[in-house]
């Protein structure tokens, strides 16, 4: 096919050139097959590279948009991120959709944690991709919505596959479903944060479609890979009470399918347990039974729900709530999307940052009254999680018989008016069975934070700071950057009746005397991220801020000159949801500035009287 770059080496193993080597049943001819292919791929390429003069090499006949077959096809970013009435179905779009989203298997889908230019500038579609896509397409054209599930199928290669997501399991023992990263990972998954306790085993039961030896993978990370050899957070996969060889969580920091082992079952029903060894973070995103030599996915059928309201409010923090409340009051009926199992963002339970500044003041003087209603009595971050009262802020949006409360749904796709000038839906995927819906509404609010909505609708929005020739702030950076505030990773303990051990770990950063953070609860000032990218890099700021936290309570626990004093405390709690301080901002006609401030500049169409 006169192919020379590097890429077309994986592509046409991909391919299978032939021989049947990678659908034998036989593992010596399917080794000699794929290292001959290999072989003959690898001197092609260094036959056409020492020839060339370092351009491209392309197939000789090129493919159109959507490009069949090919791992890196992609639709256009417009079609992409939701599209809107009138976008065209690129030719062989679901041929492309199939390969790269729903069997991200491979180095090419490989998330790279600490080459983050790479991982933008990658044309490989992750399955968050994928899930925008489909749940645009009914709005954009009527095409069947099709997504992945766990669930038993004859694979490709003749292969028994059954797949499991693991925010799917029954029954999530001590492990915790974590959503704050689809947007890059493509996927909630479950995290065993114990603490440094092994937490209890989160389980499933599958339907084995057929007796046979079945090679196990989950789909899985090393997190502090990016920091250390070591892995801190490391799990096994029991399959009917059986633990499987291999100690999973380990090696690269990259998602990826790794191999716990290989069992024989009969056919019927399976027990699949998580079992986590460390108490310090291990994640899992997917488990995979198969008879074949490795990982497949099974393609389902997708509904999408429907649903029309008067206002769709995006987010269900303080702002997002109280929106929320506000707008039916006034009659409108309201879908209140927020993609945690609780409302209150920065103020719940999950985050433990008070509620600040000034309320009541004019020109609005009424504005102030609702958080007065859904707020706490009492204040201060990282506190116990009581203070934060995180029923209260349900209770309220319960009461109002106008708002149509959608927990644990997150807004995957936007799609637009027939002239593209208005939002005509957002669409939410459910972070648990993973149902999709899509909410209709003449009017929306952008309260995720992030501005998600915004930025799939494709509005204007700005990361980090302008420069000072631009605002003329003598406050500002001579030069633009991308700098932010950081995320906030807090953390609160307890004391005991008697002395508590925490282990010190080989991953762990090296603290001492001079260094260390003495205390016994980590505030907002536990930052971390300011300069990486809060959208692209969040997971590892997150995990930084874990490791920092894990880090220093093990050296004042263990070798600090004030050890004595911290025998009896332990951890009762450290964030595993992250405290975001800043990220994308939507530009509107004009951008507030230190002028502005400073001078009290008033604003006509001014809204509100801001305070810290």
């Not at 046979?212 to 789909?219: I, M």
């Not at 208005?422 to 939410?428: E, F, H, N, R, W």
């Not at 880090?551 to 911290?566: E, I, M, T, V």
Request: with cysteine.
């Amino acid at each position: 096919r006169e192919r020379g770059d590097c890429e077309n080496v994986f592509d046409e193993m991909k391919n299978q050139w032939g021989c049947g080597g990678f659908t034998a049943h036989s593992l010596a001819q399917t080794a000699l097959f794929a290292g001959l292919s290999v072989i003959a791929a690898n001197l092609w390429n260094v036959f056409t590279r020492l020839g060339g003069d370092g351009s491209h090499r392309e197939a000789a006949t090129s493919r159109p948009v959507g490009e069949p077959g090919r791992a890196g096809a992609r639709p256009s970013r417009a079609f992409r991120a939701g599209g809107g009435a009138g976008t065209s179905r690129p030719p062989c779009l679901w041929y492309t959709v199939w390969e790269d989203a729903v069997c991200p298997i491979g180095p090419a889908n490989h998330i790279e944690t600490n080459h983050i230019e790479r991982e933008k500038e990658r044309a490989d579609m992750k399955r968050r991709d994928f899930l925008a896509l489909l749940a645009s397409l009914p709005a954009a054209g009527g095409f069947a919505a099709t997504g992945r599930a766990g669930g038993a199928n004859e694979g490709v290669s003749g292969a028994h596959t059954v797949v499991v997501e693991a925010e799917r399991f029954t029954d999530f023992g001590g492990w915790v479903n974590d959503a704050q990263f689809m947007d890059v990972m493509g996927s909630p998954f479950l995290l065993a944060h114990g603490m440094g306790k092994p937490v209890a085993d989160a389980t499933v039961e599958v339907k084995v479609p057929a007796s046979g030896l079945y090679n196990v993978y989950a789909y899985t990370r090393n997190w502090t890979a990016p920091w250390s050899a070591h892995a801190a957070g490391t799990f096994q996969v029991l399959v009917n009470g059986t633990a499987l060889p291999n100690e999973l969580g380990t090696g690269s920091g990259d998602w990826r399918w790794q191999s716990a082992g290989a069992i024989r079952l009969e056919a019927g029903t399976a027990r699949i347990a998580l079992h986590d060894l460390t108490g310090f973070d291990a994640r899992c995103d997917a488990v995979c039974l198969t008879t074949g030599t490795q990982p497949e996915k099974p393609c389902v059928k997708k509904a999408v729900a429907e649903k029309a309201f008067d206002l769709v409010v995006c987010g269900g923090g303080i702002a997002g709530t109280c929106a929320a409340i506000s707008a039916a009051r006034l009659g409108l009926k309201v879908a209140l999307v927020q993609d945690r199992p609780m409302l209150g963002g920065a103020n719940s339970s999950e985050v433990r940052v008070h509620l600040g500044g000034y309320m009541n003041l004019g020109p609005y003087p009424r504005l102030g009254d609702v958080v007065a209603e859904i707020g706490p009595a009492k204040g201060g971050n990282a506190q116990p999680a009581a203070v934060y009262e995180d029923k209260r802020k349900l209770d309220a949006v319960a009461a109002e018989k106008n708002i149509s409360l959608f927990l644990n749904t997150r807004v995957v796709a936007v799609d637009k008016t027939a002239d593209g000038a208005a939002i005509a839906g957002v669409t939410g995927v459910n972070v648990v069975d993973g149902s999709l819906t899509r909410f209709a509404a003449p009017l929306f609010a952008d309260c995720t934070g992030d501005a998600c909505v915004g930025a799939l609708a494709g509005a204007d929005f700005r990361m980090g700071r302008e420069s000072r020739a631009e605002t003329g702030e003598e406050m500002a950076p001579e030069k633009a950057d991308t700098m932010t505030m950081g995320a906030s990773v807090q953390w609160y303990t307890k004391e005991l009746p008697s002395a508590v051990a925490f282990p010190a770990r080989p991953w762990m950063i090296a603290f001492n005397e001079q260094n260390c953070e003495y205390g016994t609860r980590g505030d907002w000032d536990w930052e971390t991220g300011m300069l990486r990218d809060q959208i692209t890099e969040f997971e590892r700021i997150r995990d930084y801020g874990m490791l920092v936290a894990y880090s220093n309570w093990s050296y004042l626990k263990n070798a600090s000159a004030r050890r004595a004093k911290y025998a009896k405390r332990a951890f009762d709690w450290v964030a595993y949801v992250a405290g975001k301080r800043e990220s994308r901002r939507l530009l509107g006609d004009h951008i507030l500035t230190q002028q502005d401030v400073f001078e009290y500049r008033p604003h006509p169409d001014g809204t509100c009287c801001t305070t810290w």
